[in-house]
């Protein structure tokens, strides 16, 4: 890594910014943006639904994108299948709309899951499926295995089933097994493992682990292109799927007067809707060689130390009354978890400070962190004690009426209970500096009173 943060994000040091909002974006390369730029500038390429030259030179370069996806993780390609999408939500999508939910079958998902997981739970819904949660626990937020155990038993007369948790949550940081991959397969379950938040920094190996589903965004694993995400998916899994329409790009033959269509083959084909993102995804080729460059390992290694030094760090912050300053919500040490730390801080009364508050001030000091729920509410709602009543309180009136910062208010003026959260989060390009800078930031609001630095 030496001289990768000076070489490749001298930006961060020019504009003297302290990014710590990795599990949000990660960040690109210089040298990756120079890449692009110069492939794009010396070739012709046109839309690869042709057999032109421009239209096979593109074809070339988006099926050298697609082996470079299953090379990254070490998938084979009699196992695995690549569907470009727009992100890791379009990945997300696609299983929903597609898996054979109806009334006889199951959703299995862990609270922890982001949004875009748990919005899965309307198609299976729509079709009359069982859905069933899987809690997360305190302090750890840690799935309750037992329970999960029991879940997947329970189900198991579900013709079609499908388990949906995070390798790694995008609130707690908290790794799950990936064991339990195995275990779910061996009872039928089908596998959906978002690694959406895991795979920047954890090596993820498909010959290895084998889930069903793998959704993923680019811009968190390489900051560059946004945009394009994946579902890497096994054939198999991949056979189950329904596609609930047709698009071009998808059809071998579809008909106005005949009032018919035929899907392409069971295949990438049949779920890439029109014209795949060709002249974008080189640029995801280029950023997966940078990452193989660095090495996955390397950054893993890296951001976890730093994590290390963080986490410790707050432990040890007191005010002058003895008074923890800082409230970590999940592991409070790196065992089985990443470098992503959701916390508040505390003032010497332990009341919590406004966490927009907190993000404001530190944007004056060119630090970039992340405050809210992050789109995962469960671990939210766990973290900060927010009973199924509480929450029901905010699906009482039509949605129209009710946001989030007037669900949030609501919980907050009833409870008294603060349900927001800070979140830092380490990537490809942290160091020392930034953990350094961060802790002087936090370690500033000794003493103070959160009403003295207000909302
Ligand atoms: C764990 C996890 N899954 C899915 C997503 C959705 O990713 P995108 O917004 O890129 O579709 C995110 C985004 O933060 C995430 O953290």
Redo the contacts with the bound molecule.
């Keep these: 890594m030496s001289g990768l943060r000076s070489r490749d994000y001298a930006r961060l040091g020019a504009t003297d910014h302290v990014y710590l909002d990795y ?2 974006a990660g960040l690109y390369a210089e040298s990756q943006l120079t890449a692009h730029h110069d492939l794009l500038a010396s070739r012709v390429l046109g839309n690869p639904h042709s057999h032109n030259p421009s239209s096979l030179a593109s074809t070339a370069l988006v099926e050298q994108a697609r082996s470079a996806v299953l090379d990254f993780l070490n998938a084979f390609p009699d196992e695995y299948d690549v569907i470009f999408t727009s ?4 990945a ?1 999508k696609l299983v929903g709309e597609s898996y054979p939910f109806d009334e006889d079958s199951c959703y299995l998902v862990s609270y922890d ?2 949004n ?2 748990n919005g899965i739970r309307e198609y299976a819904r729509r079709a009359g499926a069982t859905v069933a949660y899987a809690p997360v626990r305190e302090p750890d937020l840690r799935l309750d295995e037992a329970f999960i155990d029991r879940a997947f038993h329970e189900h198991s007369d579900c013709p079609a089933r499908l388990f949906a948790y ?1 390798a ?3 609130f707690s940081g908290v790794q799950h097994p990936l064991e339990w991959v195995s275990r779910a397969h061996d009872l039928g379950w089908d596998v959906l493992l ?1 690694c ?2 895991f795979a920047p920094t954890n090596l993820l190996d498909l010959s290895e682990v084998k889930p069903d589903f793998v ?1 993923l ?1 680019f ?2 694993l390489f900051g560059y292109p946004t945009g394009l ?1 994946v579902l890497v998916v096994r054939h198999e899994a991949l056979r189950k799927l329904r596609r609930p329409w047709f698009a071009g790009g998808t059809i071998t033959l579809a008909s106005v007067q005949g009032d018919g269509w035929h899907q392409l083959a069971p295949g990438h084909t049949g779920f890439e809707d029109g014209t795949v993102d060709f002249l974008g995804l080189p640029a995801v080729t280029l950023g997966l060689k940078h990452l193989n460059r660095i090495g996955v390992d390397v950054i893993h290694n890296r951001v976890s130390a730093l994590a290390k030094w963080l986490l410790t760090a707050f432990g040890a912050l007191r005010h002058t009354n003895g008074a923890a300053m800082v409230k970590v919500f999940g592991p409070q040490d790196m065992d089985r978890r990443g470098a992503t730390i959701a916390f508040y801080l505390l003032d010497p009364a332990g009341t919590v400070f406004d966490v927009y508050r907190v993000e404001k001030l530190a944007g004056k000091e060119h630090i970039s962190v992340r405050t809210g729920c ?3 509410p469960g671990d939210g709602e766990v973290a900060h004690h927010i009973t199924h009543t509480e929450m029901a309180d905010c699906f009482a009136k039509p949605s129209a009426e009710v946001t989030l910062t007037d669900c949030q208010r609501l919980i907050a003026e009833s409870t008294g209970k603060a349900p927001n959260t800070i979140r830092a989060s380490l990537g490809i390009a942290s160091d020392f500096s930034d953990v350094y800078r961060f802790m002087g930031f936090v370690a500033d609001f000794r003493d103070r009173s959160a009403q003295s630095v207000g909302r």
């Design positions: 599990t949000g992100n890791a939500t379009g997300l899951n982001h875009s997981v995070p790694q949550s995008n978002d959406a938040a959704p965004s811009y968190k995400g992050f789109c995962n």
